[in-house]
């Protein structure tokens, strides 16, 4: 009973710390309350023994696709290939050369900028996407002085759909995938179609709320943005593409894909600085790249791990699981799944799906989409709505809590459902 009190309690921190204290300052330091909320909680459950410290170092040194460990190597370093991209241009030119080539018409750059998102969401990151494009948008939206909300609206919905596709789309994806031994080529058989369908979906009720809207004539944009560094952009792209094969042909050549994600980025790492020492030029992307990296993620994810290991170890888990099953597994662990990660943020839920599912396949899969579209219904379901929120924030607009989830269950619902009845075809 102590370790369930303890998580409770820690969730709810986590919750409260999200949205009226998102940050702790110990002087110059600026430290997010989320993960470090998250670490106490699991060093009480260490002190108290309501986890076994054995079987804590066990699951971070055992060999296998579970081990917290590999799954977080792999995002951390796929994510430095996309921040590498944007640190160095790549983004925010396509956004400017796409704005250009569609001005004048609003409805046009509204289904550029959805096509564009959900293109670049596919092969780097959902977090990475909305960090970028937010503040274009905002930019953009007001020098053309039209209204923001349907393109921020499209980018985070967008952002937070096409990145089921593939296993690299979002930390949720890899770590559920990787859980269950699903390989890059097996991951995007299944969810292509959900993907395909939810992304439409989401599309159609997003133009339908702000057809109105988007029938408003805008200023011309006329904005001269450099052209990126063409070595590092070409660098960048090269390890970003060989990296994508790779993963797709892993489980042919028997290489896991936190080895190929880890030496990609080390090796995109060491040539840009080299090429930058050698120019005498300031090595600014790199160090930018590893500033804007998400370190913060390791000490989260670490500490829902153990806090969900806790939670396992008593059998509070089981019961959970135990209830799913009763019911049809891709609507039970889809519809719970999107539940308890607007309750707890989509990254615990997953690492807590890892350990109520068992064996059935389908489940996996519905805890995936649900991982994803949850981020729709309100800001805690993911930290892509954290981040963007904020965001909003920075640039004035006036975004609240309330108006996320009047949207967002709009759009959310129904996608989630048509996903997973998607999902459910394909399994028949």
Request: net charge positive; hydrophobic share 55%; aromatic share 12%.
């Amino acid at each position: 009973m102590l370790a369930l009190i303890i998580c409770i309690i820690t969730i709810l921190l986590i919750i409260l710390s999200i949205l009226f204290f998102p940050s702790i300052n110990l002087g110059k330091i600026k430290l997010g309350s989320y993960w470090f909320i998250a670490m106490l909680g699991a060093i009480l459950l260490l002190l108290t023994k309501s986890v076994s410290l054995d079987g804590v170092l066990t699951a971070f040194t055992t060999n296998n696709a579970v081990n917290p460990l590999k799954i977080l190597i792999l995002f951390i370093t796929m994510t430095i290939l996309s921040i590498f991209l944007d640190e160095v241009g790549f983004f925010k030119y396509l956004a400017t050369t796409v704005a250009k080539k569609l001005k004048g018409s609003q409805t046009k750059l509204f289904f550029g900028f959805y096509a564009l998102i959900s293109v670049l969401t596919i092969f780097t990151s959902n977090d990475i996407i909305i960090l970028t494009f937010t503040p274009f948008i905002c930019y953009y939206a007001k020098n053309t002085k039209i209204n923001p909300i349907p393109y921020l609206i499209s980018e985070f919905v967008a952002a937070n759909t096409w990145s089921m596709a593939l296993i690299i789309g979002n930390p949720t994806n890899i770590y559920l995938s990787s859980a269950f031994g699903i390989d890059f080529i097996g991951y995007l058989k299944i969810m292509i179609l959900p993907t395909l369908v939810g992304g439409l979906t989401s599309l159609l009720i997003v133009y339908l709320l702000f057809k109105k809207s988007l029938n408003q004539p805008m200023e011309s944009f006329d904005d001269n943005v450099e052209k990126p560094n063409k070595f590092l952009l070409i660098t960048g792209l090269a390890h970003l593409i060989i990296c994508i094969i790779f993963l797709a042909i892993s489980s042919y050549i028997n290489l896991e894909m936190y080895l190929i994600t880890l030496t990609l980025s080390v090796s995109l790492l060491i040539i840009t600085t080299t090429y930058l020492l050698i120019k005498r030029k300031k090595i600014v992307p790199i160090r930018a790249t590893l500033i804007r990296t998400p370190w913060n993620l390791i000490p989260f994810v670490i500490s829902m791990f153990i806090i969900v290991l806790s939670l396992n170890e008593n059998g509070y888990t089981k019961m959970i699981g135990d209830l799913l099953s009763n019911f049809n597994p891709i609507y039970s662990y889809g519809l719970s799944g999107a539940l308890f990660a607007n309750l707890i943020n989509n990254i615990p839920m997953s690492v807590l799906y890892s350990n109520i599912i068992t064996t059935n396949i389908h489940s996996v899969y519905a805890a995936i989409i649900a991982s994803n579209i949850a981020a729709f219904i309100t800001p805690i379901g993911a930290l892509a709505g954290i981040m963007w929120m904020s965001l909003l924030k920075t640039y004035s607009i006036n975004f609240t809590f309330k108006n996320f989830m009047k949207y967002g269950l709009i759009i959310g619902i129904p996608t989630l459902l048509i996903s997973l009845t998607t999902l459910y075809i394909i399994f028949l």
